[in-house]
C-alpha cells in the first residue's frame, strides 16, 4: 500500500488535528512540510488550488480541508469505531463541533494566536471576544460532560482540541476554564496523543540549530 502522506507544518493546528487522528488509527505516514512558499509551489496548487493546509494523499485520494480529512479518515480505516458514530443524533452532535472548530474555534482562539505569533492582518479584540464567547460555551457545556459530542473522544474532539491548547499563545488565558482545561487534560491522557510543539520552544529549538549549538 502507497505511503499516506500528510502535508502541513508543525504549527499548524489543522495540521496537528489530523496527524492526532493518524496516529489514532495507527495509520503510518510520511510528513512533508508545507510552509509558505511551498504552498505558493505550482506542485502544491495542483493538489489543492486554495493553497491551504492540510493535504492528505492516500493512494490516489489527494483531499484538503482538516475537517473533511478527519471523516474520510473515520469512515475509510474506522467504520465501526467511535470517532464519528451512526447513531443520528450522535453524528448530528458531532458534527455541530465540527462547525464551531471551523467558526468560533477558527475565529477566536487560531485568529488570535495567528495575529500574536505570524502578524496576521486582523483584529486582535474581536478575535479576543470570539474567543472568549466560545470558551464560556464550551465550558459550560463541559460542566458535566466527559467530552464535546459524547462520553469518549469522537472527531469533535480533534478537530477543537489544538487551537483551543494553544490559546494563550495568542493571549487568551485558559484559566477562567477549569472545564475546558478538564477536558485538554483528558485528551492528552489519550495512549496516541503528541502534542503540536510549543512556538517559542520550536523557534529557540530552531535557532540553536542554526547556531550550531
Known sequence: MAAIVLHGTS??????????????????????????????????LARNPLGQIPVLQDGDLTLADSNAILV????????????????????????????IAAGEVMHGPAVARMIALFGLPDDPARAARIAARVLI?????LADRTFLAADYVTLADLACYSYVAHA???????????NVRAWLARVEAQPWFQPMPDFVQLAQARAAEYEGV
Open 11 to 44: 504549527l499548524s493546528g489543522h495540521t496537528h488535528r489530523v496527524a492526532l487522528m493518524l496516529n489514532a488509527l495507527g495509520l503510518r505516514h510520511v510528513f512533508a512540510d508545507a510552509p509558505k512558499d511551498v504552498r505558493a509551489s505550482p506542485a502544491f
Open 72 to 99: 474520510y479518515l473515520a469512515r475509510r480505516y474506522a467504520p465501526d469505531g467511535p470517532w464519528l458514530p451512526q447513531e443520528p443524533a450522535a453524528a448530528a452532535s458531532v458534527q455541530r463541533w465540527l462547525s
Open 137 to 141: 460555551f464550551m465550558d459550560d457545556h
Open 168 to 178: 494563550p499563545e495568542g493571549g487568551v488565558s485558559l484559566d477562567p476554564y477549569p
